[in-house]
């Protein structure tokens, strides 16, 4: 899988953004008819002449039709075109500091729709004001920031971690203005809310990521940070992240620091919290079929209090995310340029025997993490995490907005959960995993969700299905390493037919993996010939790789069903069956 990185989108953009909805709830509803009829330009036309009004109001009105309609592609790429961010980047120097939020909000809205956008903004230079926005926080000292301006704040540096993400110019500015030294300001829980503390340790791991520059200058707060990680008031997001932060600034070296074993016991302690509960328990006290439209007077403190627990729901579950990208990363230590240098020098350290295939009792990840995982059972854990939610919490949690945002956070960390066991799996031997027979447990589990069809007869999820057929993949080449797998990797035809059902997906990495997959039971098939129901599997395999995969469109595709089919067929015992098959001419064809 490789080092997995958090999401493009950065920061997530607000519902309200401006926090003006019930005030101009009946604008929003005109645009959105009036978008209906007369399409993307008169709507970009009315936003730009209420961004240009002398009334305040008017151009926060135009800052919150721009950030509500910035999820519509059509109506987003008119905005790019006509170099509307030139007119709303201005305005966080407006005069007016509701202005300024809603300026602030409605451009971090934008950042959050991809990365092509990001480079429209920094053409577009909202990266100029938005520095002299942040110059105005510098040197704080023992000053508080107003309450009123901690939600411009947090949606400028949102903004700026947005940008950064995707541009270089933004983190050479990031450099030559010391921006660093503004951020670094608000990472005191003490005097700051956590949502700006939050934002700026992301900000910050962002600017740290190969970059040398930002890397020395947090080297003198490691002892401030490595106190946080530590902490047991801070909650698990921040801890977490500033583990994001130490990785991105130690690399490699974090292994070997003091830092390291806290960070663990961290990720280990956030992992733990059982999610799945927290949203069952939720879904539960939740009122059926509530119209997320309606203002509700009566019973208002009740759906303050549900706000607050679906909240720690998604709170936890970031939080969670992240713990499983820190792990997906340190798993995969031998990507890095010390690890490939260490590895590659010492010919005797190699992990492959004299015929190039994987030793099972081998492991690729650093003796220091290795320790760790089992420490803590975290591989058991993340398996627990991995697991979905119950069909009647979701039918519950589908009735409310806030459930429906639920659902969908948690199908995200099943995702992280799976693709971080593909690293894990990968890293580790198989000894380290639990041995043959539990790993097939979690094999099984896997071709289970992988071959599922949706009740509906909807499509599956293919983010899902990638993430567990990468799992699933890693699986398989671990449990073919060791011929003793053959007892459990006991697949019958039938059981392929479904596996192969799902080579039928249109997403390529889906594919490869299957090809992956069919490709290691044929070669665990074709060193069992003396078994009859090898002999068929090695055939039928055989023949679907030469007559399926190796014709795709996709080249990596074929590459993987080639690479595989040479694999199978490489030694003497199965050139009598390759020439049964007639392979040779097939592949000419």
Not at 116 to 127: A, R, S, T
Not at 316 to 339: F, G, P, R, T, Y
Request: glycine share 4%.
């Amino acid at each position: 899988m490789g080092k997995t990185r958090k999401s493009r989108k950065g920061y997530k953009s607000r519902d309200d953004p401006v926090g003006l909805d019930s005030a101009i709830e009946e604008l929003e509803n005109g645009m959105d008819r009036e978008f209906g009829q007369l399409g993307s330009g008169s709507i970009v036309q009315n936003i730009m002449d209420q961004l240009q009004s002398v009334n305040p109001e008017d151009r926060i009105c135009g800052c919150h039709s721009l950030a509500s309609l910035a999820s519509k592609q059509e109506v987003r790429e008119k905005v790019l075109q006509t170099k509307v961010v030139r007119i709303c980047g201005p305005l966080l120097l407006d005069a007016d500091p509701m202005v300024v939020q809603a300026a602030a909000g409605c451009l971090h809205n934008l950042s959050c729709e991809g990365g092509e956008v990001v480079e429209q903004l920094v053409e577009q230079d909202v990266i100029t004001p938005l520095a002299t926005l942040l110059e105005q926080f510098r040197g704080l000292g023992s000053k508080l920031v107003e309450e009123k301006r901690v939600r411009t704040l947090v949606d400028s540096l949102g903004l700026l971690w947005n940008v950064m993400e995707q541009s270089q110019t933004a983190i050479d500015i990031f450099n030559r203005q010391n921006m660093l030294e503004i951020v670094l300001q608000f990472l005191d829980t003490n005097r700051f809310p956590s949502s700006l503390v939050l934002v700026s340790l992301s900000l910050l791991a962002t600017a740290c990521d190969n970059n040398i520059p930002a890397q020395q200058q947090m080297f003198p707060h490691f002892h401030t940070l490595s106190d946080m990680v530590e902490s047991e008031v801070i909650s698990h997001q921040v801890k977490v992240t500033t583990g994001v932060l130490l990785l991105n600034m130690l690399k490699t070296q974090i292994y070997d620091s003091q830092v390291f074993p806290l960070l663990m016991s961290a990720v280990s302690g956030c992992l733990q919290l059982d999610a799945r509960k927290l949203v069952s328990d939720w879904s539960s006290s939740v009122p059926l079929d509530e119209d997320d439209g309606d203002m509700e007077v009566e019973g208002a403190s009740d759906v303050i209090k549900e706000d607050k627990v679906s909240d720690e729901c998604k709170e936890v579950m970031k939080a969670q995310i992240a713990a499983l990208e820190i792990v997906a990363n340190l798993a995969c230590q031998d990507d890095s340029e010390d690890s490939s240098e260490q590895f590659s020098d010492d010919d005797d350290d190699s992990d492959e025997d004299e015929d190039g295939k994987t030793n099972p009792e081998e492991n690729l990840a650093h003796p220091m993490f290795v320790e760790m995982i089992l420490k803590h059972q975290i591989v058991e854990t993340i398996l627990l995490r991995a697991n979905d939610l119950p069909a009647n919490v979701k039918q519950l949690s589908l009735t409310t907005k806030q459930g429906r945002s639920l659902i969908n956070l948690h199908k995200q960390l099943v995702i992280h959960s799976f693709l971080c066991l593909s690293n894990l799996i990968d890293s580790l031997s198989l000894a380290q995993l639990g041995g043959c027979e539990r790993l097939h447990q979690t094999w099984a589990g896997l071709g289970k969700i992988c071959c599922q069809k949706e009740e509906d007869d909807s499509l599956p999820d293919l983010q899902l299905v990638e993430a567990a057929s990468s799992a699933m993949r890693s699986s398989t080449a671990k449990l073919c390493t060791d011929i003793k797998a053959s007892t459990f990797l006991n697949v019958t035809p039938s059981d392929l037919d479904q596996l192969l059902a799902v080579y039928s997906s249109p997403q390529a990495a889906i594919r490869t993996n299957i090809v992956n997959i069919m490709g290691d039971l044929a070669s665990l098939a074709a060193k069992n010939l003396v078994d009859q129901n090898s002999c068929k599997i090695l055939s039928l395999l055989g023949v679907w790789l030469v007559d399926s995969a190796a014709k795709e469109e996709d080249l990596r595709v074929v590459a993987e069903a080639l690479d595989k089919l040479f694999d199978v067929f490489g030694e003497d015992d199965s050139d009598q069956i390759f020439a049964d098959l007639k392979l040779l001419q097939k592949l000419r064809k």
